[in-house]
């Protein structure tokens, strides 16, 4: 019954950690938590190796992104249309550096998250 329960409990974490993997965690100035607003859209970005991948249940909103590096570099600046579909921008790791945050701004609001 232990082996059982050890194995179970084992398998969750796995399973959690891996879920919580490439997506970014936002922050918002308005915010003590770390959390957004429930009530406002906020983008969902996941990344990979190479690229950064944007999307937004919210109508088309046009922004800022900014991504920088773990040693501070910007490693992508460029203005994009967020939309419901998943846009693609390569931000492919160099040597030495890893991607860190990434800043989306608009005329009404500023997020920024972390790659964790």
């Known amino acids: 019954m232990k ?3 050890f ?3 084992a398998m969750a974490i796995c399973v959690s950690s891996l879920a919580s993997t ?3 965690q936002w922050q918002n100035d308005d915010e003590t938590r770390g959390e957004p607003k429930p009530n406002i859209h906020t983008p969902t970005i996941t990344f990979d190796e190479s690229s950064v991948y944007l999307r937004t249940d919210s109508g088309a909103v ?4 900014t991504i920088t590096g773990t040693g ?3 490693m ?3 203005e994009t249309v967020l939309t419901p579909g998943v846009q693609a921008i390569s931000v ?3 040597d030495g550096e890893e991607k860190y945050m990434i800043e989306i701004t608009t005329d009404r609001r500023r997020l920024y998250g972390y790659f964790m």
């Open 7 to 9: 194995t179970y409990l």
């Open 3 to 5: 082996k059982v329960l």
């Open 72 to 74: 501070g570099t910007i």
């Open 22 to 24: 490439n997506v970014v």
């Open 62 to 65: 046009a922004a800022n992104i």
């Open 92 to 94: 492919p790791d160099t």
């Open 76 to 78: 992508y600046s460029g």
